[in-house]
């Protein structure tokens, strides 16, 4: 595996880079532009969701960048980092070409989530991305969140507040994109009421009702979790990593081939980072999904 930091020349900003080690100079790659949450940052998230783990056994490219804005926490904003945004992916395809690049995906935690929701809105997002992975960012179909869900207040500190404007919408429910991706929703059981039953990303392709497949299991735990409030945190927004298994579920033979999934990570919650066979599981559904949009998308 290959793990940098590459400079963005248009904004001055980082962004980790890791790639297969032994990458050949005709082979395809899965591109994942993997966004943090709230309040986090990116050498966070790529311990939560270590799809870096995966880049040489699935052929992955992982760009994870850091959001500019820090008050009243750190979070996407579009005047601040759809640029920079647009920029490392620009970056990754010059690199690698892109008739390399097989597919490319937005991932996203929490509040990354909600903001690859939005740039699906944007032109330039959705003529390129072929799928979405949610990280309790937001479903195609609402889950409804938990009865108080929400951070614990660090001892000592006031209890937290969303912040005005973009970081104020909570991950339950995402608007559906005019674009034709492939969309994976995973959360932690205590993050939600309940998961639905039904999807409308699923009805708009014609897909069969959904079919739960074998569970997931983990004997190891994930990498990382919200330390800050260790001793005071709640089953919702995350306790210590641990192992455990998820459930997964399938609504097959959608038009086009998309791939529509949920997964819940039992008695998990917001911030537990993700176990090594769960994110094995996605990666390989996206690694399995149609792709190819971005090597006919009008150039930038």
């Known amino acids: 595996?290959?793990?940098?930091?590459?400079?963005?020349?248009?904004?001055?900003?980082?962004?980790?880079?890791?790639?297969?080690?032994?990458?050949?100079?005709?082979?395809?790659?899965?591109?994942?532009?993997?966004?943090?949450?709230?309040?986090?940052?990116?050498?966070?998230?790529?311990l939560y969701f270590p799809a870096c783990d995966q880049v040489d056994a699935h052929r992955l490219v992982v760009a994870t960048p850091t959001a500019a804005t820090s008050e009243p926490m750190r979070r996407w904003v579009a005047e601040a980092d759809d640029e920079h945004l647009r920029n490392v992916v620009e970056l990754v395809f010059a690199r690698f070409g892109l008739d390399r690049i097989r597919s490319f995906w937005l991932v996203g935690h929490s509040q990354g989530g909600m903001t690859s929701n939005r740039l699906l809105a944007t032109s330039y997002f959705a003529s390129r991305v072929d799928g979405w992975l949610s990280l309790s960012g937001g479903r195609l179909g609402r889950a409804e969140i938990a009865p108080g869900f929400g951070p614990p207040p660090r001892p000592g500190a006031e209890p937290f507040r969303f912040p005005e404007g973009e970081g104020r919408r909570r991950p339950g429910a995402a608007v559906l994109p005019d674009a034709?991706?492939?969309?994976?929703?995973?959360?932690?059981?205590?993050?939600?009421?309940?998961?639905?039953?039904?999807?409308?990303w699923a009805e708009k392709y014609g897909a069969g009702d959904r079919v739960r497949m074998d569970d997931i299991v983990d004997t190891e735990p994930g990498q990382v979790y919200d330390n800050s409030r260790e001793g005071n945190s709640s089953p919702g927004w995350g306790l210590s990593p641990r192992p455990g298994t998820a459930e997964l579920f399938v609504y097959p033979d959608a038009?086009?081939?998309?791939?529509?999934?949920?997964?819940?990570?039992?008695?998990?919650?917001?911030?537990?980072?993700?176990?090594?066979?769960?994110?094995?599981?996605?990666?390989?559904?996206?690694?399995?999904?149609?792709?190819?949009?971005?090597?006919?998308?009008?150039?930038?």
Request: charged share 25%; glycine share 14%; net charge negative.
């Open 180 to 200: 034709d991706i492939s969309f994976i929703f995973a959360t932690g059981e205590h993050e939600i009421a309940a998961l639905p039953e039904t999807s409308p």
């Open 1 to 46: 595996m290959s793990s940098e930091k590459v400079t963005d020349p248009g904004t001055g900003r980082e962004f980790y880079l890791d790639s297969p080690g032994d990458l050949g100079p005709d082979e395809e790659i899965t591109f994942l532009l993997n966004l943090h949450g709230g309040g986090s940052f990116g050498a966070w998230q790529r």
């Open 255 to 300: 038009k086009g081939g998309w791939v529509i999934a949920d997964v819940v990570r039992l008695d998990k919650g917001h911030t537990e980072g993700l176990e090594p066979n769960v994110t094995e599981t996605l990666v390989k559904m996206m690694v399995a999904a149609p792709g190819g949009k971005a090597r006919v998308a009008a150039p930038a």
